[in-house]
C-alpha cells in the first residue's frame, strides 16, 4: 500500500517505451497487464507466433527472483510468481531482453494485425532517402504541396489521420464483467447447493440478488467509464498546411502523407514528417523519447537507417511540439504509421488505465478477500466441532463469504473519481487525466508562473508624473495622490497625453472594450491617451509623422517626427527616463514651461526610482519644436513627464494566495523579472505570509548542486529571473524534496514543467496548444481562483473514497463478526444465506455509492492536504472501523439475545437480528458522512439527496420485507411486534450513538493536539 | 611579558569570501538609506557552496533590488567571471520588513539633553577603541602593514600587472617587539589565489609576489624588511583558485581584520551589515575617537577605553580607560574628562558622527584609516583633553 507515491510519480513521468527503436534486434513489445507484488501478468503480442511454449517458460523462469512462469500462447499472456521484491516494470523490462531473439521484434510485427487504416508503406525509413526521392515518391511539390483532388485520393487510400480508440464495452461487457467474478462464482455455488438440499427458492433469491447486483455494478462503471474515456479523447487540433499552392488551416484528422506542413511555435505534430526546410526550429520530443530538453532541428542531417529515433534531426514526429522557430516539413506517415502510432499499436492498451488509487483499492480487497474466506472457514469449522449440518453450514459460510466479500471497492473508485471529473467540469475545470483529481487532494506545493498567469500578461497604465505632480490611473480615471479625480483638460496631462499617442505605433482596434494592436508598452499608453478622453485620430492626422527613430540597443529612446499644421515641426522623444531628462533643460508645467533645475531633475529621478522598485516600467517623455529645415536635434528638449506602466495582476489573485495558504498549500512564484520586481509583487500576493520574503535570484539554476537546490526551493517564496528552462529544474526539485508539485502556466516553455509537475494546470485560452496539450487540469481563462475549487474536489473526491471504504469495511465487518461471535457464543445461527444476501443487496452497493457523492465537508480548505504517502486505510482508520464494527456487532448480538429470550423461535429471532444489522448499517452510513462524527458537526450545509434516498429506500425496503408475509416467509423470518420493531432498531442507533460521539472525541482530541503538519511557513 | 616578542596580524583582500560578504552586508545598508534617509537595517550575508545567501530585517518602505545590488558588489570585487561570478551565481534572500524599530531620527542643528537621552541602546554591546603611538594614524604595526598589503595586492589584481592574480587572498605581517615598540618584520605571509593555467611556476609567482606586491607595500615609511625578514607565500607551494566556489564566507567573521588585529580588545558583535542606530557598531567608532584623542593629546602613549551599555539606557553604564602604564595622567583623570567632553550616548555619537555611508569600510580595516575621512579618526578633541 505504501507504494502509491511512486506509484503516482510512475504513471506520471512514465516515458514512452524506450528501446533503441534505431537498433536492428529489438526485443518484442511487452506490457503488463496487472500486477501485485509477487505476482506479475505481462502481455506480450508476438506470443502469437510461438510455437516452443515450454521453451519460453524455461527461458523467463531463468531470470533471477522467478519461480514459476506460465505462457499462454492463444490469450498472448504470460504469468508470473516472483519475488516480492522485484518490481513488475523490472521484471517486464527483464523478461523483454530475455525474449530477445526468442520472438519477433516490436516493429517487425507482421502488417496483418495493423488495422486497416494503416498505409501499406509503413515499414520505409523516411529519414534516410534524399528529399527530392520522398517528394518524387509522394508525387507532391516542395512549394504547392498536393492538390485537392490527390488529397482524396490519398486519404481514400491510407485513411484519416487519427489514432482510433478501441471501442468501449457494450452493456452486455459490462454485464458480463460483473457475474465474472470470485463472489458470483461463490454465490452460483451456494445457490447449486441450495437446489440440491431442495430450496428452491433460496436458488432465486441467490439468481435476483446476483442479477440486481450486476445490473447496479455494470450500469455505474460503464456511466464512470464513459466520463473517464471523454478525458483522452483529442478535441479537434489544427494544423496549417500548403495544399493548391496555398496556405490553409485543416483538421488533423484530414493530414495525408505528401502534405506540406507549416511549423510554428506552439504547434502540435500530428503527423510524422521530414523537414524541408527549417529556421532554428525547436521541438519538445519528450512525449516521445522522454528527453525533456528541446531538440534543436536541421533539414541537412545525415541519417541513416539505423539512426536511432531521438537522433534523426532531419524529421518531426506526430506527438511532439514546436517549441521555437519555424519551418516546413513533408508528411511522410500517419495514423498508425507514425511512430506514436506504433508505440500505441505495442502498448495496446486502450482499456481505461488504472489510476493509483484503483490499484490500491484492488490491493486492499484482495487483503479483504482473504480475510473474509478464514471467516468462512472459522464459521463453518466452528458449526461443524457443534455438530451442525454440513449442507447448511457450508451454504450458510458461503453466503457470508458473498456477503462479507467487499465486492464494490473498486466501483466506489471509479465511481467516485468520475462524480468528480464531472463536478469539476461544472465548475469550468476540465480535467485532462483522471490520476489529476486524486493527486490533486494532496498537492502541498503550487508553483505559479508570474506571467499570464498571476498577471494579465498585458500592459496597463497605472501612474503618471506630470508638472511635478504624481497622478494615478485609479477605476479608469485619473486621480491625484490623495484619490480626487482630476482634469484630464489641464495643459500639462493633456500634452503629455498628446505626445504618448504621437510618438507610438499602436493603434486602437476598439474602443469598448478597449483592444488595441501594437507593443504591450504602447497599447497601454494608448489606454492612458483613452483614459484621459483624447481624440487619437484626431490627434494623429492633426500631426501626420514625418520620420520616426526607433531605441537601439545603445540608444534607449525612440523619437517621432510630426508636421504641426502652421508651426513647423514636432518632435517628440519617450524612452528611459534618466537618459531623456538629460536631453532636457525645461519642463512643462501648469500652463508654461520653466527651467529645469538639479533639485527638479533629482524630484523627477527619484520617483522614476520610485515606481520601478514598485515593479513598474517607466518612461520618460519629451518634446521639442523646430523648424522645417532644421534637423533634429537631441537637446535642449521640453520636459513632459513620466509614465508608468505594468503588467498588472489578476482579479482575485490575493485571494487565491491566501486561500491556497489557508489550505495548508505552499505557494511558489516563478518569474523572470529582476528581483526587486519580483519581490514587490511577492509582497503585494503576500506570499510570504507574515514571514521574510524568501527571493531566491539566479540567472542559471542548473549551475548550482542539485541536492542544494532541492534543500532551497522549500525556502523559497519566489524565483526570479529564472530562464524557461529552469521551471522544469524548480519543479523537480520540490518532488525530490518530497512534495506533491502543482504547476500552473500557459506558455510553449511551461511545457516540460507542466508535464513533470504532479498536477499540470493550464489556462483555458493558453497561448498556445502545448500548455493545454500537457496539462492534467485546465482552467478557465480569468479563473485561476477555480484551482481552489479544483483542490477542494480532489480531496472532498479522496475523502469520499475513504468514506465510502470505512462504510463498506466497518460493515463487512460486523456481518462477519456477528456470524462467528455467535458461534463462539453457541448462539443459534443468526442469519440463514438468503438473510445475508438480502443485506448485502440493501446495504452494501447501494448507500457506499451515495457516499461517492457526499459534498465536500465544510472546512475542507482549512485543513492542511493529507501526506501523500499515507496509505487510504491507516492503521488508525483500521482500528476504528474494528471498534466500530464491534459495537454494531454487539448490538446485533444483543438483539439476538433478546429474540431468543422473547420468542425461543428461531425465525422471529433472525427477524429481530436482521432488522438491527441492518438498521446498523444504515445508521453507519449516515454517520461515516461526517469525519468528525454528526453529533459533534451536525449536518450543516449541502446535503446528499442520493444518501438520503439510499438510506430511506433501504430502510422503507426493510420494513416492507419485514411486514409482509410473503416477503418475510422469503426472507425466513418470523413476524415481530411493534415493541420488538422497535426494540431492535434501538439495538441498532444504540452502537451508532457511541461510535459517532467516539469518533467526534477522537477528532475533537487530534484538532487539540499541536498539528504535526510540515512546517511550510518559516 | 618578555622583553622581545612577535606579534602577527592578518588581513584580507576584498575578494574574500568573508569581506565580500561583509561588503555586501554594508553595501545594502547603504542602499537602502540612499532611497530613504530614515531607514534601519540589519542584514546577514553568507556564501556558501557558490549560492549568497541574504538575510535582511528592514524598517523602510524602500524596495531594493537587494540582488542587483549584491551583484554590483560581487562584480566590483572582482568576480566577473569564472565558476563563481556576479551575473549567474544564486542569492536567496530573506527580507523582513519590520516596524518596531524607530527609524533613524532628523538631526537637529543643536540637540538639546532631551533629544539625546530618548534614544537608548537597543541592543547590550561592551566595545573597545584603541590607540597607539605605533604609527601616525595611531594604530599598531602588524595590522597597519597586512591592510597595506592586502591593499597592494588589489591594487595589482586591478591593475593587472599580474593578469593570474584572482580576488581572494590572505596576508599576514608578524612584527617583532622590544619593550612594546615595534622593531622590524620578521615574517611575511600572503596567501593568494590565482589562475594555475596562467602561472608559469611556483618560483616565478613567489618572485612576483615579493617584488611587484611585498617590496612596494612596506617601501614607504616606518618600519620595513629587512635580510632576515622571512617570506611565506602560498606556504604548501600549490596554486589555487580561491573565492567563494572554494570556500565560505560570513558576515561578521572579520572582526580583527576590522579593528586591531587582535593587538588590542575588540568587541565579539560584528560591525558590518548594521546601521547607524546599532550601538554595537557606533560605541566601537566611539571608543576609538575617545582613545585616539587621548593619545593624541599626549595623555598616554597607548589607550583603550571600554563603553558598555545595556538595554534601555542611553548613556553607557560603563566607561573604562586603561593605559597600560603609559599614563601621564591617571586613567581615572582621563575618564573623567572623556565623560565630559565626549558625548557617548548612541544619539549623541548619530549627530556627531553623521553616518551614511557604510560600504568603503568594509574591508582594509574600519579604524586607523586614513583613506576615508572618517570622523573617529580625527584629533579635534585632543586639545580640550589636554
Not at chain 1, 511549423?263 to 521541438?283: K, Q
Not at chain 1, 495622490?481 to 495643459?491: A, E, K, N, Q, T
Amino acid at each position: 500500500m505504501n507504494a502509491r507515491p511512486a506509484a503516482v510519480r510512475a504513471a506520471k513521468r512514465k516515458a514512452p517505451d524506450e528501446d533503441n527503436r534505431g537498433g536492428r534486434q529489438r526485443p518484442p513489445a511487452v506490457a503488463i497487464v496487472h500486477t501485485c507484488p509477487g505476482r506479475t501478468r505481462l502481455r506480450i503480442p508476438a506470443l502469437v507466433d510461438c510455437d516452443s511454449r515450454e521453451g519460453l517458460e524455461q527461458v523467463l523462469v531463468a531470470i533471477a527472483g522467478v519461480r514459476q512462469v506460465t505462457v499462454k500462447p492463444r490469450t498472448r499472456s504470460v504469468l508470473a510468481m516472483h519475488d516480492r521484491a522485484i518490481p513488475a516494470e523490472q521484471f517486464r523490462e527483464q523478461a523483454a531482453l530475455a525474449l530477445l531473439g526468442l520472438l519477433p521484434g516490436s516493429a517487425e510485427r507482421p502488417a496483418r494485425k495493423r488495422p486497416r487504416s494503416g498505409p501499406a508503406i509503413a515499414d520505409e525509413t523516411w529519414h534516410e532517402p534524399e528529399i527530392e526521392t520522398l517528394v518524387e515518391r509522394f508525387a507532391t511539390s516542395a512549394q504547392h504541396g498536393l492538390t485537392s483532388a490527390e488529397v482524396h485520393v490519398q486519404l481514400g487510400r491510407v485513411g484519416p489521420n487519427r489514432l482510433e480508440e478501441r471501442p468501449p464495452p457494450s452493456t452486455f461487457q459490462y454485464l458480463a464483467r460483473q457475474v465474472t467474478t470470485a463472489p458470483v462464482a461463490l454465490l452460483a455455488g451456494s445457490a447449486v447447493i441450495s437446489v440440491a438440499t431442495g430450496g428452491l427458492a433460496d436458488a432465486i433469491g441467490i439468481g435476483a440478488a446476483i442479477a440486481i447486483n450486476a445490473a447496479i455494478g455494470a450500469m455505474t462503471e460503464q456511466q464512470s467509464e464513459k466520463t473517464i474515456r471523454m478525458l483522452s479523447r483529442r478535441q479537434n487540433d489544427q494544423v496549417r498546411v500548403v495544399r493548391d499552392g496555398h496556405a490553409k488551416t485543416i483538421g488533423g484528422v484530414e493530414l495525408v502523407p505528401g502534405d506540406l506542413l507549416l511549423l510554428s511555435p506552439g504547434d502540435l505534430i500530428l503527423a510524422d514528417a521530414r523537414l524541408l526546410t527549417c529556421n532554428a526550429l525547436s521541438i519538445d520530443e519528450s512525449a516521445l523519447t522522454g528527453e525533456s530538453l528541446p531538440v534543436e532541428k536541421s533539414v541537412a542531417f545525415p541519417c541513416d537507417a539505423d539512426t536511432p529515433l531521438a537522433d534523426r534531426l532531419n524529421m518531426v514526429f506526430s506527438g511532439t511540439t514546436v517549441t521555437g522557430g519555424s519551418g516546413t516539413a513533408l508528411v511522410v506517415a500517419t495514423a498508425y504509421a507514425t511512430e506514436v502510432g506504433r508505440i500505441q499499436l505495442a502498448a495496446d492498451s486502450a482499456a481505461a488505465p488504472e489510476t493509483p488509487m484503483q490499484t490500491q483499492l484492488n490491493e486492499l480487497g484482495g487483503q479483504l478477500t482473504t480475510a473474509s474466506l478464514v471467516a468462512c472457514g472459522a464459521v463453518l469449522g466452528l458449526g461443524l466441532l457443534r455438530g451442525g449440518p454440513v449442507m447448511e453450514l457450508l451454504k450458510t459460510a458461503i453466503s457470508l463469504g458473498v456477503a462479507a466479500v467487499p465486492e464494490g471497492l473498486p466501483a466506489v473508485a471509479t465511481t467516485t473519481l468520475a462524480i468528480g471529473v464531472r463536478n469539476m467540469r461544472e465548475q469550468d475545470l476540465l480535467i485532462r487525466n483522471i490520476n489529476a483529481v486524486e493527486t490533486l487532494g494532496s498537492v502541498e506545493t503550487v508553483c505559479l508562473d508570474k506571467t499570464g498567469t498571476l498577471t494579465e500578461n498585458r500592459m496597463a497604465p497605472i501612474a503618471l508624473q506630470v508638472g511635478m505632480q504624481s497622478l494615478r490611473v485609479m477605476d479608469d480615471r485619473l486621480v491625484d495622490s490623495l484619490g480626487h479625480p482630476i482634469d484630464s483638460d489641464r495643459p500639462e496631462v493633456l500634452a503629455l497625453l498628446r505626445m504618448i499617442t504621437l510618438c507610438n505605433d499602436s493603434t486602437v482596434l476598439s474602443v469598448t472594450p478597449r483592444s488595441f494592436d501594437g507593443a504591450a508598452t504602447e497599447n497601454a499608453l494608448l489606454e492612458l491617451a483613452l483614459i484621459g478622453g483624447l481624440q487619437i485620430d484626431a490627434e494623429r492626422a492633426a500631426h501626420p509623422r514625418v520620420d520616426a527613430s526607433y531605441r537601439s540597443e545603445s540608444r534607449p529612446w525612440m523619437y517621432t517626427v510630426h508636421q504641426s499644421a502652421n508651426r513647423g515641426r514636432l518632435v517628440v522623444v519617450k524612452g528611459s527616463p534618466a537618459e531623456v531628462l538629460s536631453m532636457c533643460n525645461r519642463i512643462q508645467s501648469a500652463g508654461r514651461r520653466e527651467l529645469l533645475t538639479a533639485e527638479l531633475r533629482e524630484e523627477i529621478l527619484a520617483e522614476n526610482e520610485a515606481w520601478g522598485a514598485d515593479a513598474l516600467r517607466v518612461l520618460g517623455v519629451a518634446c521639442d519644436r523646430c523648424h522645417d529645415d532644421e534637423p533634429v536635434q537631441m537637446q535642449d528638449l521640453t520636459w513632459l513627464g513620466l509614465v508608468a506602466v505594468a503588467d498588472p495582476l489578476r482579479q482575485g489573485m490575493r485571494e487565491l494566495i491566501s486561500g491556497l495558504h489557508d489550505a495548508g498549500v505552499a505557494t511558489v512564484m516563478i518569474t523572470g523579472d529582476q528581483m526587486g520586481t519580483a519581490a514587490a509583487i511577492g509582497r503585494q500576493l503576500q506570499l510570504n505570509r507574515g514571514a521574510p520574503l524568501r527571493v531566491l535570484d539566479s540567472r542559471d539554476l542548473t549551475k548550482l548542486d542539485p541536492t542544494l537546490l532541492d534543500a532551497l526551493v522549500r525556502e523559497t517564496d519566489v524565483f526570479a529571473r529564472v530562464s524557461p528552462a529552469n521551471k522544469l529544474q524548480i519543479v523537480r526539485a520540490l518532488q525530490h524534496s518530497g512534495q506533491v508539485v502543482a504547476m500552473t502556466g500557459d506558455g510553449v516553455n511551461d511545457g516540460p514543467a507542466l508535464k513533470a509537475a504532479d498536477v499540470g494546470i493550464a489556462m483555458g485560452q493558453a497561448r498556445n496548444e502545448v500548455a493545454r496539450s500537457v496539462a492534467d487540469v485546465v482552467v478557465k481563462e480569468n479563473d485561476l481562483e477555480s484551482v481552489i475549487a479544483a483542490l477542494a474536489q480532489g480531496r472532498a473526491t479522496y475523502a469520499n473514497v475513504r468514506k465510502a471504504l470505512h462504510y463498506l469495511i466497518s460493515t463487512n465487518l460486523s456481518e462477519i463478526e456477528v456470524m462467528v461471535g455467535a458461534s463462539l457464543f453457541g448462539l443459534q445461527v443468526p442469519l440463514t444465506p438468503i438473510q445475508l444476501l438480502w443485506m448485502n443487496l440493501v446495504t452494501d452497493a447501494l448507500p457506499a455509492l451515495a457516499l461517492a457523492l457526499e459534498p465536500a465537508e465544510p472546512g475542507i480548505m482549512q485543513q492542511p492536504p493529507r501526506r501523500h504517502d499515507e496509505p487510504i486505510v491507516t492503521g488508525a482508520r483500521l482500528k476504528q472501523m474494528l471498534r466500530e464494527s464491534g459495537f454494531m456487532t454487539a448490538g446485533t448480538l444483543g438483539s439476538l439475545m433478546y429474540g431468543q429470550l422473547r420468542y425461543g423461535d428461531a425465525a422471529s429471532t433472525r427477524g429481530m437480528t436482521l432488522n438491527t444489522l441492518v438498521a446498523a448499517q444504515l445508521f453507519q452510513a449516515l454517520s461515516c458522512r461526517r469525519d468528525a462524527g454528526l453529533l459533534r458537526t451536525g449536518l450543516t450545509g449541502d446535503s446528499n439527496r442520493m444518501l438520503l434516498s439510499a438510506v430511506g429506500g433501504t430502510a422503507a425496503l426493510q420494513v416492507l420485507a419485514m411486514s409482509v408475509p410473503p416477503l418475510r416467509r422469503m426472507l425466513q423470518v418470523g413476524p415481530l411486534g411493534l415493541i420488538d420493531l422497535l426494540a431492535s432498531w434501538l439495538f441498532a442507533l444504540g452502537p451508532m450513538l457511541i461510535n459517532d460521539y467516539w469518533k467526534g472525541r477522537l477528532a475533537a482530541e487530534a484538532a487539540t493536539e499541536p498539528h504535526e503538519k510540515k512546517d511550510v511557513g518559516d | 611579558m618578555a622583553d622581545n616578542y612577535i606579534f602577527v596580524s592578518e588581513s584580507v583582500t576584498e575578494g574574500h569570501p568573508d569581506k565580500l560578504c561583509d561588503q555586501v552586508s554594508d553595501a545594502l545598508v547603504d542602499e537602502y538609506l540612499r532611497h530613504d534617509h530614515a531607514a534601519r537595517a540589519d542584514v546577514e550575508c553568507a556564501i556558501a557552496n557558490g549560492v549568497v545567501f541574504i538575510g535582511a530585517h528592514y524598517h523602510s518602505d524602500a524596495e531594493v533590488d537587494v540582488a542587483a545590488a549584491a551583484r554590483r558588489v560581487i562584480a566590483a570585487a572582482g568576480y566577473e567571471e569564472g565558476e563563481f561570478n556576479a551575473a549567474d551565481c544564486t542569492i536567496l534572500t530573506s527580507l523582513n520588513k519590520v516596524s518596531y524599530q524607530p527609524r533613524l531620527p532628523e538631526l537637529p542643528e543643536a540637540p538639546d539633553d532631551e533629544w539625546l537621552d530618548q534614544y537608548v541602546a537597543q541592543h547590550q554591546a561592551t566595545v573597545f577603541g584603541y590607540a597607539c603611538r605605533q604609527t601616525p594614524e595611531l594604530m599598531p604595526v602588524p595590522i597597519q602593514l597586512a591592510h597595506r598589503l592586502a591593499r597592494r595586492l588589489d591594487e595589482v589584481r586591478r591593475s593587472a600587472d599580474l593578469p593570474y592574480l584572482q580576488p581572494d587572498a590572505k596576508t599576514q605581517v608578524a612584527v617583532e617587539f622590544a619593550d612594546r615598540q615595534p622593531v622590524r618584520i620578521d615574517t611575511v605571509a600572503v596567501v593568494a589565489s590565482a589562475d594555475a593555467e596562467q602561472v608559469a611556476s611556483r618560483e616565478a609567482m613567489t618572485g612576483d609576489l615579493i617584488d611587484a606586491v611585498i617590496r612596494p607595500a612596506f617601501s614607504n615609511g616606518g618600519i620595513g624588511l629587512d635580510d632576515d625578514t622571512r617570506f611565506l607565500i602560498n606556504y604548501d607551494g600549490l596554486i589555487r583558485a580561491g573565492g567563494p566556489a572554494m570556500h565560505s564566507g560570513l558576515t561578521g567573521r572579520k572582526n580583527a581584520v576590522d579593528c586591531y588585529g587582535e593587538f588590542a580588545r575588540h568587541s565579539g558583535s560584528a560591525l558590518s551589515g548594521k546601521d547607524a542606530m546599532r550601538i554595537d557598531r557606533i560605541g566601537a567608532y566611539a571608543a576609538r575617537y575617545a582613545a585616539k584623542n587621548v593619545v593624541a593629546a599626549g595623555l598616554a602613549d597607548e589607550c583603550e577605553v571600554q563603553l558598555s551599555y545595556s538595554i534601555g539606557l542611553a548613556r553607557p553604564v560603563s566607561v573604562q580607560v586603561v593605559t597600560f602604564g603609559t599614563g601621564q595622567v591617571s586613567p581615572g583623570k582621563i575618564r573623567k574628562r572623556l565623560l565630559r567632553y565626549f558625548d557617548f550616548r548612541p544619539a549623541g555619537i548619530l549627530h556627531n558622527f553623521g553616518l551614511r555611508s557604510f560600504q568603503p569600510l568594509a574591508v582594509y580595516g574600519q579604524v586607523g584609516r586614513t583613506d576615508l575621512d572618517l570622523p573617529w579618526e580625527r584629533t579635534d578633541k585632543a586639545e580640550v583633553l589636554q
